[in-house]
């Protein structure tokens, strides 16, 4: 069974970094580009960044760049995403997924970040 | 960077009817090297992450019930809920995967009951 279980997230204060698991039982994870999605509360998705295989290539938003980073583990199956100088709009539910052939075909429950002072 | 639009934002539809949901593509998804459409539909469920229901603008993920069906290409897509059940209640969300990222979703349409 393919799963996907984030963990690292919580309340932060502003200017404060995090960084956020993806433990990734379950599937052949050193085969698959890997992506980070977000959701602020009540709102929709957003794309955040992803990852090759390899970890050779990595890709941001642009809302994102340059205080995020996505990084893997292939040896523990798991995927990460550092994030510096949090802000107030930082504030969403993480999620991690899988891609297959570009789509997210599976999905863990999501890690909640709360920036707020 | 590409931009996704959804419209209705919301719907009501009475069970057992049709649900028509469009979403536009602000630059065409369609690859001229393969003839696919990089196109999905999700569907979120309240409290539950998105569960992918279509890729390639048509194509129906296993286990999807037959009533989704995905249409469209180059910039124009929709999807259709042809029988309305009461659980598919949701907000669903096309996204475009053409090209390099970033890949964005659209804002998302909520499917409530009538």
């Known amino acids: 069974e393919v799963q996907l279980v984030e963990s690292g997230g919580g309340l932060v204060q502003p200017g404060d970094s995090l960084r956020l698991s993806c433990a990734v039982p379950g599937f052949i994870f050193s085969g698959y580009w890997m992506t980070w999605v977000r959701q602020t509360p009540g709102k929709g998705l957003e794309w955040v960044a992803n990852i090759k295989p390899d970890g050779s290539e990595t890709y941001y938003v642009d809302s994102v760049r340059g205080r995020f980073t996505i990084s893997r583990d292939n040896t523990k199956n798991s995927l990460y995403l550092e994030i510096t100088n949090l802000r107030a709009e930082d504030t969403a539910v993480y999620y991690c997924?899988?891609?297959?052939?570009?789509?997210?075909?599976?999905w863990g429950q999501g890690t909640l970040v709360t920036v707020s002072s | 960077d590409i931009v996704m639009t959804q419209s209705p934002d919301s719907l009501a539809v009475s069970l057992g009817e049709r649900a028509i949901i469009n979403c536009k593509s602000s630059?065409?998804?369609?690859?001229?090297?393969?003839?696919?459409?990089?196109l999905g539909w999700y569907q979120q469920k309240p409290g539950q992450p998105p569960k992918l229901l279509i890729s390639?603008?048509?194509t129906r993920e296993s286990g999807v019930p037959d009533r989704f069906s995905g249409s469209g290409s180059g910039t124009d897509f929709t999807l259709t809920i042809s029988s309305l059940q009461a659980e598919d209640v949701a907000i669903y969300y096309c996204q475009q995967y053409y090209g390099n990222p970033p890949w964005p979703f659209g804002q998302g349409t909520k499917v409530e009951i009538k």
């Open positions: 997924a899988r891609e297959r052939q570009r789509a997210n075909d599976y």
């Open positions: 630059q065409s998804v369609l690859s001229s090297s393969n003839n696919q459409n990089y």
């Open positions: 390639w603008a048509s």
